[in-house]
């Protein structure tokens, strides 16, 4: 029997008496003859760390997290907390998605691989593009990764990679670490009231860039207007026309096929995972042309012995453990669990929930700048267009002074300017929102 | 599928996955069980101009209950640690304790990245104290925690090298040694920093070369990215001098973390001359490894490199007193900037955190010592040839006259997962196989006995296999020649 030894990791089981059967076999009396390390390396000091039992530990982590205030938060910019339906946790925390590896071996891994070859058709349909990569890590570093294709597929000699001015810098500076190896350079065009500015990106764009980057909706939440006519700009000068956005911003605003993007990117984990500081899931998806060009991996329907249809890992000949420095990416471990996560909340919310929740996020973000601003000294939203989700504030006080009075009295969001807030509405409970209003007429005044 | 093929005899292991067949096919996709569209705009509810809206949504609309059984389904045609062993070379398929699960949904864990800094003091400190041990661990001083995975820890050490070089007025070393052996991603991330791949020999042994080393090294050797011990299991004894030929020629060392749970509190990279290592928290620390990721790849780096990391860390605030200290991010002063758009795999750093603090300095020690005895005894039980010792916690062994893949296809009818197969292909017809701590001897008994009825087998049955799995072989090839990469491709077959 499995019985269980008094010191050591809980999770090794085994008895003494097994562990003399086993050094036998082996030929050695102790386990640390099994060890071939120089004596000038060894290390024979301790670490510190002290062992827990499982409560203990568990009461730990909740006392360091317990100093986390609880706050409302009204926070977004590629970031959203919508609520996760408890079927997302209890079904993806079944432990056959939770603790597999890879789907190296597709015959015991179809119930993964049908889940991604699901979640990658989710993104087919919802940008109209052909292909989907079964998940970068996160909006950033999905951007670098376009633009690394970028310089793949391109036939021009050019260099530029285009941003709007307003780019987050996480997504700015990761960009540029991704082109640091290339012949890339970063280079960004101005906007106007928040969206591209048309005329100075016509300006901006020649034979020397390569690709050209928006977002829709933008890092302030507006809905960009003349995204076709970016596309005629980058595809008149042979440029890729990336686009980042989201599921959700998806599910209703214009089709990404339909305006001539070429590549898609953003953070699919605004469905799927609560707002995790950060951590996401880097959507992907591209023209059929860049197939062969993608990065990440794919998940494709083939057939079995029986002439069933089966799902696998496929082209990995352009991933790294076949191509090596000639592949697409240099990504192995992706964000296939979270991947899973997204595909069952889209599920759950059906195309009906799917379109509902990014309507309210339009109408709910209008009626609440609509009621800041008639709060005396503010000005809600400041740029002039349609929003989604969230929408900047201007304050006649300093934005510091008030978001830290907000805080104070329960609610985090965004400063984004000397006299700018920025306000999202994404997951946000209805009965917070006037507690939320009073607070900052409170302090606004 | 007769039951007295091998894998049925009733004194053998035998393994029967899940498998639904409906109108002669597996699981229906999703998008066959529904399709609804939702026309979008060209009413007067809408929120939006119809020309800033797409027009229509096609998407399955099923309910929460139809949604509970196919995933369920779909659960039951996976194989997870949790189904049985999973010995897969490199991968370190450890059990993954179910209270970090807890610990990670705490609704406290759940802020969001743009928050004040006081008001998530909580995750600050958390960051901090992993920064701690990891730097313990690693025998390293400064630690990042912003990479998501082994491969952009990789590229954070790659970038700092770039850094650290032209910081020193050395940007023109443009090349990065990585051993054949290597990770495919080590060749792969050297090439996305924009460096030319030296790739290095090993020796007779089955470890680096000296000669070759020596030959390799120049003055335009930006690093060497070296695993130990490496994809064989062998420790790399002459790593001091290693270290100091490379250091000779002013070029760094570079720590793959993917096998450091042979070493843990037995020897540390920090001690041994690297000067940049990444750790594979998802392998070492047993967070889950969710059916291809997300993990996390923390880098821990020495004194020198320290001002080149990502941004931002976290450390003690200055004005921190009291009985709880405060913590603040910061930029280090020659950041490379940023690989995330935030702070990583969160979450996974939460459960990371609570694996250490769980095991503390016996478990961690334990792990290494059981892991390495583990992958000896496994090695002792079966009947292929082990050509390269002496491996610790990991052992690459050759199906001879068989071809490994098929091994691995048959394997899976004895309800165990298999190797990594046919790599390093230093050993023919490789089995690269590491069954980690979490194994009893009886499971290594039973893992024993399916390596051995395989070895018995003929080709036939091999090429057979695998007969009772969710479905059968799968021809990957014919896949890969038409890709159909969503339902609707599959649609536009019909």
Redesign the interface.
């Known amino acids: 029997m499995?019985g269980s030894h008094a010191?050591?990791?809980?999770?090794?089981?085994?008895t003494d008496d097994?562990?003399t059967?086993?050094?036998e076999?082996?030929?050695v009396d102790d386990?640390?003859e099994?060890?071939?390390?120089?004596d000038?390396?060894?290390?024979e000091d301790?670490?510190?760390?002290?062992?827990?039992?499982?409560r203990e530990?568990?009461r730990?982590?909740?006392s360091?997290?317990?100093?986390?205030?609880?706050?409302t938060?009204l926070?977004g910019?590629?970031?959203y907390?919508y609520y996760v339906?408890s079927?997302i946790?209890h079904?993806?925390?079944?432990?056959?998605?939770?603790?597999?590896?890879?789907?190296?071996?597709?015959?015991?891994?179809?119930?993964?691989l049908?889940?991604?070859?699901?979640y990658?058709?989710?993104l087919?349909?919802?940008t109209g593009l052909?292909?989907?990569n079964?998940?970068m890590?996160?909006?950033?570093?999905a951007l670098g990764e376009a633009a690394?294709l970028a310089e793949r597929v391109r036939s021009t000699s050019g260099h530029r990679v285009l941003v709007p001015d307003l780019l987050?810098?996480?997504?700015r500076?990761?960009l540029?670490?991704?082109v640091?190896?290339?012949d890339l350079e970063v280079a960004t065009y101005p906007t106007d009231d928040a969206n591209a500015d048309l005329d100075a990106l016509a300006d901006a764009v020649d034979e020397d860039v390569v690709m050209v980057y928006a977002e829709n909706p933008t890092v302030r939440g507006t809905?960009e207007?003349r995204l076709a006519e970016i596309g005629d700009l980058a595809g008149e000068a042979d440029a890729l026309f990336v686009l980042g956005s989201d599921p959700v911003a998806?599910?209703?605003?214009?089709?990404p096929a339909?305006v001539g993007v070429d590549v898609v990117v953003g953070?699919a984990s605004v469905l799927g995972?609560?707002?995790?500081?950060?951590?996401?899931l880097g959507l992907f998806a591209c023209r059929e042309d860049y197939?062969r060009q993608v990065p990440g991996?794919?998940?494709?329907?083939?057939?079995?012995?029986?002439d069933?249809?089966?799902?696998?890992?496929?082209?990995?000949?352009r991933?790294?453990?076949?191509?090596?420095?000639?592949?697409t990416?240099?990504?192995?471990?992706?964000?296939?669990?979270?991947a899973?996560r997204t595909a069952?909340h889209?599920?759950?919310l059906?195309?009906?929930g799917?379109?509902d929740l990014a309507?309210r996020g339009?109408?709910r973000a209008?009626d609440l700048a609509d009621r800041l601003d008639e709060i005396v000294g503010v000005t809600a939203p400041v740029h002039d267009r349609?929003h989604l989700r969230e929408f900047v504030a201007r304050v006649d006080q300093p934005a510091r002074a008030v978001?830290?009075d907000l805080?104070k009295r329960g609610f985090?969001v965004?400063v984004v300017g000397e006299h700018e807030i920025q306000v999202c509405v994404a997951g946000v409970p209805d009965e917070r929102i006037d507690p939320f209003v009073d607070a900052f007429t409170e302090v606004a005044r | 599928m007769s039951d007295d093929s091998g894998a049925g005899r009733d004194d053998r292991a035998r393994y029967d996955q899940a498998r639904y067949v409906e109108d002669g096919q597996y699981e229906p996709l999703l998008s066959e069980k529904d399709r609804t569209t939702v026309e979008i705009g060209g009413d007067d509810d809408s929120p939006l101009p119809d020309d800033l809206t797409r027009d229509s949504l096609e998407l399955p609309a099923l309910s929460e209950p139809e949604l509970a059984r196919h995933y369920t389904r779909l659960s039951q045609m996976i194989y997870g640690i949790d189904s049985g062993p999973y010995p897969l070379g490199s991968c370190t398929m450890k059990y993954n304790p179910k209270f970090t699960e807890d610990v990670a949904a705490l609704p406290k864990a759940a802020v969001h990245p743009d928050r004040s800094e006081t008001s998530v003091q909580g995750s600050l400190e958390l960051m901090y104290r992993l920064q701690d041990y990891l730097g313990r661990i690693g025998g390293m001083d400064a630690v990042t925690l912003q990479p998501p995975a082994g491969a952009a820890g990789e590229f954070v050490g790659i970038r700092v090298a770039t850094a650290y070089h032209e910081h020193n007025g050395e940007g023109h070393r443009d090349e990065v040694i990585v051993p054949e052996s290597a990770h495919g991603t080590n060749f792969a991330t050297a090439a996305l920093g924009g460096y030319d791949v030296v790739s290095l020999p090993s020796d007779d042994e089955g470890r680096v070369d000296l000669e070759a080393l020596e030959a390799a090294l120049s003055e335009n050797t930006a690093a060497l990215m070296l695993t130990n011990p490496n994809t064989l299991g062998l420790f790399e004894r002459d790593i001091t001098e290693i270290a100091e030929m490379v250091h000779d020629v002013g070029g760094l060392l570079y720590y793959d973390g993917a096998n450091l749970n042979a070493l843990l509190g037995r020897a540390r990279p920090g001690d041994m001359g690297f000067d940049v290592m990444h750790y594979n928290v998802h392998k070492t620390f047993a967070t889950p490894h969710g059916g291809g990721g997300p993990g996390a790849g923390p880098v821990g780096v020495v004194d020198e490199l320290a001002p080149f990391l990502p941004a931002p860390r976290v450390r003690e605030a200055d004005d921190s007193s009291g009985s709880e200290p405060t913590y603040e991010l910061f930029d280090p002063d020659h950041t490379i900037g940023k690989v995330h758009g935030y702070q990583g795999n969160w979450l996974v750093l939460v459960k990371t955190f609570a694996y250490i603090a769980r095991l503390g300095d016996e478990g961690l020690l334990d792990a290494s010592a059981t892991a390495v005895l583990n992958a000896n005894y496994l090695a002792s039980q079966i009947e292929y040839d082990v050509p390269y010792e002496p491996f610790h916690h990991e052992f690459v062994a050759s199906a001879g006259d068989q071809d490994a893949a098929d091994v691995a296809k048959r394997m899976l009818d004895y309800g165990v997962h298999p190797p990594t197969t046919k790599w390093p292909e230093i050993v023919p017809e490789a089995l690269m196989t590491e069954p980690t701590e979490v194994e009893s001897k009886d499971t290594l008994d039973r893992l024993a006995a399916a390596f051995n009825a395989v070895a018995a087998e003929d080709d036939e049955t091999l090429e057979a296999a695998p007969e009772r799995t969710a479905a059968r072989r799968i021809d990957q090839t014919d896949a890969a020649r038409s890709p159909r990469l969503s339902w609707h491709a599959l649609e536009n077959d019909e």
């Open positions: 499995n010191t050591g990791s809980p999770y090794a089981p085994y097994e562990r059967a086993m050094l076999s082996v030929g386990v640390e099994l060890f071939d390390i120089p000038d390396v060894r290390f301790a670490f510190g760390i002290d062992a827990r039992s499982e530990t568990r730990l982590v909740r360091v997290l317990g100093r986390n205030d609880e706050l938060e926070l910019r590629g970031h907390g339906p079927l946790d079904l993806a925390d079944r432990s056959e998605f939770l603790t597999s590896y890879t789907q190296y071996q597709p015959e015991v891994s179809q119930g993964f049908q889940a991604l070859f699901e990658q058709s989710l087919v349909e919802l052909e292909v989907a079964c998940s890590y996160d909006a950033a570093t690394t987050l810098e996480g997504r500076s990761t540029e670490n991704y640091a190896g290339t809905i207007e998806l599910s209703v605003l214009q089709r339909d953070d995972l609560p707002t995790s500081y950060g951590m996401g197939l991996r794919l998940v494709g329907a083939g057939e079995d012995a029986t069933r249809r089966a799902y696998t890992l496929t082209l990995q000949t991933e790294q453990h076949i191509r090596r420095e000639r592949a990416s240099n990504i192995c471990t992706n964000q296939a669990w979270v899973l069952m889209a599920a759950y059906g195309p009906d799917m379109v309507k339009v109408t209008d349609h978001a830290d805080e985090a965004h």
